[in-house]
Nanobody
Framework: VQLQAYGGGLVQAGGYLRLSCAASISVYHMGWFRQAPGKEREFVAALRWSGGSTKYADSVNGRFTISKNNAKNTVFLQMNSLKPEDTAVYYC???????????????????WGQGTQVTVSS
């Protein structure tokens, strides 16, 4: 499975960005992780393809929205009210194995995109 992520960039605090990630084949789960400089990688958002259930990290809940385009095997991350602490490399992830849980830990994802930089200036 190839994952191609787009949409990162530089934005001022309070602004917005939209990330997108296209999978080369159908998958059961997709999501986003991020890693800020000097910090561990952390979960951001997840989506289970069947039914469209979603899960968010507390730090982004209410500001970020994950959604999908079924026809294009694409997942989006709409990021609003961005904060400087959202600055990180954002990674798109996917898994081909179904799970009853929407949230999957990092090690469960078989496929990772190349990462896209998001920088939020204060």
């Amino acid at each position: 499975v190839q994952l191609q992520a787009y949409g990162g960039g530089l934005v001022q605090a309070g602004g917005y960005l939209r990330l997108s990630c296209a999978a080369s084949i159908s998958v059961y789960h997709m999501g986003w992780f991020r890693q800020a400089p000097g910090k561990e990688r952390e979960f951001v958002a997840a989506l289970r393809w069947s039914g469209g259930s979603t899960k968010y990290a507390d730090s982004v809940n209410g500001r970020f929205t994950i959604s999908k385009n079924n026809a294009k095997n694409t997942v989006f991350l709409q990021m609003n009210s961005l904060k400087p602490e959202d600055t990180a490399v954002y990674y798109c992830v996917a898994d081909r194995h179904y799970s009853g849980s929407v949230y999957l830990p990092e090690y469960r994802y078989d496929y990772w995109g190349q990462g896209t930089q998001v920088t939020v200036s204060s």
